[in-house]
């Protein structure tokens, strides 16, 4: 049974910085593109960044230069790194393994006020 876990999210100060993490057990972790997926309140779920097995990432536009997807296939972990954080980026981040199948972590509320 595949299973995800994160760890990190938080309040924190319009600028400051925070990292997510996602623990892959229960299958190859190089077997899966990872994803992370932001929730506002009232909002539809959206991709944020993803990053394929051999580490290419891919950024939605918003976040582009501020937020780092990095993976370390030794540890089976996916990373999110979040930079120059803005109110607008207040959601619950959920990561994402998919190949032929698609799993999801529970969810990291984070919370961007001063």
């Known amino acids: 049974q595949v299973q995800l876990v994160e760890s990190g999210g938080g309040l924190v100060q319009p600028g400051g910085s925070l990292r997510l993490s996602c623990v892959v057990s229960g299958s190859p972790f190089t077997w899966y593109h990872m994803g992370w997926y932001r929730q506002a309140p009232g909002k539809q779920r959206e991709l944020v960044a993803s990053?394929?097995?051999?580490?290419?990432?891919n950024y939605e536009d918003s976040v582009r230069g501020r937020f780092t997807i990095s993976r370390d296939n030794a540890k089976a972990t996916a990373y999110l790194q979040m930079n120059s954080l803005k109110p607008e980026d207040t959601a619950v981040y959920y990561c994402?393994?998919?190949?032929?199948?698609?799993?999801w972590g529970q969810g990291a509320q984070v919370t961007v006020s001063s």
């Open positions: 994402n393994a998919n190949n032929r199948h698609t799993y």
């Open positions: 990053i394929s097995p051999g580490g290419t990432p």
